[in-house]
């Protein structure tokens, strides 16, 4: 039993250790605004509804987390597929656009 415990304990620290933890990918998922303030309002807004439309996702899209037990998220392997790390990718550049333009007050008459 012991040793059991041994070997888990030592999987889970190398697999936390090569890169692909899901807590390292899920933070790799928000971005900075700041690279979408150069871009011209109407241009990054119709950037953002079209990553929103493309991955299905609201124009308010925002980056989500999982909850693998305290203490746990740098050693547990991220599971998802592709598909479902593309998609919360993109949450995480929607939510950069619309920082930034929030930020610039895009969209608003002036």
């Given at each position: 039993m012991r040793w059991n415990l041994v070997v888990?304990?030592?999987c889970l620290a190398i697999a936390?250790?090569?890169g692909t933890s899901i807590a390292e990918r899920q933070d790799a998922n928000v971005q900075s605004s700041l690279q979408y303030d150069?871009?011209?309002c109407d241009q990054l807004l119709a950037q953002r509804n079209r990553l929103a439309q493309q991955y299905r996702l609201p124009p308010d899209a925002k980056p989500s987390f999982s909850d693998?037990?305290?203490?746990?998220?740098?050693?547990?392997?991220d599971a998802r597929s592709?598909?479902?790390?593309?998609?919360?990718?993109a949450?995480?550049?929607?939510?950069?656009?619309?920082r930034s333009i929030a930020r610039r007050e895009c969209g608003k008459p002036g």
């Amino acid at each position: 039993m012991r040793w059991n415990l041994v070997v888990l304990a030592s999987c889970l620290a190398i697999a936390g250790c090569v890169g692909t933890s899901i807590a390292e990918r899920q933070d790799a998922n928000v971005q900075s605004s700041l690279q979408y303030d150069s871009v011209p309002c109407d241009q990054l807004l119709a950037q953002r509804n079209r990553l929103a439309q493309q991955y299905r996702l609201p124009p308010d899209a925002k980056p989500s987390f999982s909850d693998p037990g305290v203490g746990l998220g740098p050693f547990t392997p991220d599971a998802r597929s592709k598909a479902q790390r593309d998609v919360e990718q993109a949450s995480g550049r929607i939510d950069a656009m619309n920082r930034s333009i929030a930020r610039r007050e895009c969209g608003k008459p002036g």
